[in-house]
């Protein structure tokens, strides 16, 4: 079993950014798949972006060009680097983590363990 928490949200001006991290304590991530997924109030939980074991990474298109997904260099915690954030981009933003799911899957249903959520809020 492992245990995600996600921290790292709050209030931000359109056009900023923050810096969402993903942990599991005293478990590297290492074996994991590691995703980032987002739900909007009224909306389906959604993928955001992805990065496999060996460190590949890949974007929903909403996202491309102004988020980046990345691994520390223990293994032990993923970020989710956001900027030039938009009011669309409001959501509770989730880290999710998979055993055998292939690279480049967006799918929920394939991800094993889940977080808490932590909330982004986008005001102009």
């Known amino acids: 079993q492992v245990q995600l928490v996600e921290s790292g949200g709050g209030l931000v001006q359109t056009g900023g950014s923050l810096r969402l991290s993903c942990a599991a304590s005293?478990?590297?991530?290492?074996?994991?798949?590691m995703g980032w997924f987002r739900q909007a109030p009224g909306k389906e939980r959604e993928f955001v972006a992805g990065?496999?074991?060996?460190?590949?990474?890949y974007y929903a298109d909403t996202v491309k060009g102004r988020f980046t997904i990345s691994r520390d260099n223990a293994d032990t915690t993923v970020y989710l680097q956001m900027n030039s954030l938009k009011p669309k981009d409001a959501a509770v933003y989730y880290c999710?983590?998979?055993?055998?799911?292939?690279?480049?899957?967006?799918?929920?249903?394939?991800?094993?363990?889940w977080g808490q959520g932590t909330q982004v809020t986008v005001s102009s």
């Open positions: 990065i496999s074991r060996n460190r590949r990474p």
């Open positions: 999710a983590a998979s055993q055998g799911a292939p690279y480049s899957t967006t799918s929920v249903s394939e991800y094993d363990y």
């Open positions: 005293g478990r590297t991530l290492s074996t994991w798949l």
